[in-house]
Structure formats: C-alpha cells, structure tokens
C-alpha cells in the first residue's frame, strides 16, 4: 500500500478535472450498473499513468459527447475497490492503468496498460473520444 501523501496530487489530477473516487467494492458496483455510460480508470503511481492515462482521460472530456458518470479507482491503495472495477472488465487481465467504458453496466470499451504505455495522451485521448462518439 502506498502512503496516502504519495497518491495524493495523483488522485487530485483526476478528482479536480470531475472524477470521483471510489474506495469500496459496493460503491464500484452500485455506480457501474447505473443507467447511462462510465468511464472509469484504474489510476497507478507509474509514469504511464502520469504521462498517458490521466492526461489522456482528461483531454478525451474536450468532446462533443462524454461519458454520464467519471471514477477511479486507485490501484495499490484501494484493493477492495480496484477488484470489483477489474471483476466488471473481465475478460480483460488485471492491468494498471487502464481504462474502461461501461454502458448500462456493460463493459463497451477497454484500454489496458499496452494500450497506454509509450502512447501520447493525445493518442489515448483520441481512442477514447471515438468509443465516447459511439456509445454516450
């Protein structure tokens, strides 16, 4: 488990662009099988995360269309909570960072690590504006 002053300004480069943040599995549970799209990302302490995934998750919201609902999840910090994410991306392996798109509860879209590992945010940005374009 990382210390809560580590992980702190890199939750804060989701929570401040509108991401909430989940700490329990039921919270994960009751928000992914609500009505309407989700993006939810699998933030890390790597530098992936901080050079691609969480840029790339902000800059995809400059969109026509964006996801209903936005949360994280903390991978090595909020165990409960970051299982019961990946339980709803199977048949995807555990992978951090990633980044998934739910409809109605159902996994439509999903970004795992080598997706994002040594591509520009913009990149991810653009792959995820194309998923958003097709399901909100």
Same mark, same amino acid.
């Given at each position: 488990?990382?210390?809560?002053?580590?992980?702190?300004?890199?939750?804060?480069?989701? &929570?401040? /662009?509108?991401?909430?943040?989940?700490?329990?599995?039921?919270?994960?549970?009751?928000? !992914?099988?609500?009505?309407? &799209? &989700?993006?939810?990302?699998?933030?890390? !302490?790597?530098?992936?995360?901080?050079?691609? +995934?969480?840029?790339? +998750?902000?800059?995809?919201?400059?969109?026509?269309? &964006?996801?209903?609902?936005?949360?994280?999840?903390?991978?090595?910090?909020?165990?409960?909570? !970051?299982?019961?994410?990946? #339980?709803?991306?199977? =048949?995807?392996?555990?992978?951090?960072?990633? /980044?998934?798109?739910?409809?109605?509860?159902?996994?439509?879209?999903?970004?795992?690590?080598?997706? /994002?590992?040594?591509? =520009? +945010?913009?990149? /991810?940005?653009?792959?995820?504006?194309? #998923?958003?374009?097709?399901?909100?």
């Amino acid at each position: 488990m990382y210390p809560p002053e580590l992980v702190k300004p890199m939750r804060e480069d989701l &929570t401040r /662009i509108g991401f909430t943040e989940l700490y329990t599995s039921e919270q994960v549970d009751q928000a !992914v099988k609500k009505e309407g &799209t &989700t993006l939810m990302v699998v933030n890390s !302490v790597c530098g992936c995360a901080a050079a691609n +995934a969480r840029p790339g +998750a902000g800059l995809s919201l400059q969109n026509e269309k &964006t996801p209903d609902q936005l949360l994280t999840v903390f991978a090595g910090v909020d165990r409960d909570a !970051v299982d019961a994410a990946r #339980a709803h991306m199977i =048949p995807f392996p555990p992978s951090s960072p990633s /980044i998934a798109l739910f409809k109605d509860g159902e996994l439509v879209h999903m970004l795992e690590r080598h997706h /994002i590992e040594g591509r =520009p +945010a913009e990149m /991810i940005a653009d792959n995820l504006k194309g #998923a958003y374009n097709e399901y909100c």
